[in-house]
């Protein structure tokens, strides 16, 4: 068992490594995920320095009510593309159409077929002190297995977003747009 766990260890450094930061979150450089799940945080604490390589930050069942500007987010996060605010109930809903650049997962308006998820779905497992149930090589695989099933969930979320994107009317304008940029250039060229 010491071997597997020799292994995984050496693994994680190779390809990436999670730390402390924020709020007691998690930083995952291997997921460029920053995780504050499950917190009670009412606001992000932002780091003092900006915090480059991190493309979601995960802030689900937590306390929000709303979230910092797109500007003041981007300005300590520049690498941001996303946020997962669900499962915070009192998040007030009406705050999302500011956000033109990030992508905002929330229970607003929620699609059927993204579902409603509740709090024990995608609890992350943090990693505890080994007990007699479950000792330090048990701790380490329930906590990437979570992290895992939250990864998967937010792809899911992912393709939903874009299939909507599909379906909307700027999706279909810029299709027609290079579509007419194309012909331009074919007639242009006699090809």
Known sequence: MNIILFILINISFIWGYTFKCLDN?????DTEIIHCHNLGLEKITFPTKRL????????THNNF???PSEEALLEKFPDLKGIDIEGNSAFDC???????KLAIFSDCGKSTTAGNNTIDDFHIIAINAPTDDCDF??????????LSEYVQHLWKLILIK?????????????????????DSIVHHLNI
Do not use: M
């Not at 979150?25 to 450089?29: A, I, K, M, P």
């Not at 480059?52 to 802030?59: E, H, P, S």
């Not at 009406?94 to 033109?100: A, E, R, S």
């Open 137 to 146: 090589e048990c701790q380490v695989l329930r906590h990437t297995k979570s």
């Open 52 to 59: 480059r390589g991190f493309i979601v930050l995960g802030l």
């Open 65 to 67: 009510h709303y979230l």
């Open 25 to 29: 979150c998690e930083c995952d450089t």
């Open 162 to 182: 874009i299939e909507e994107l599909k379906k909307s009317k700027t999706w279909k304008d810029v299709k027609n747009l290079y579509k007419a940029l194309k």
């Open 94 to 100: 009406d705050t999302l159409p500011h956000y033109k």
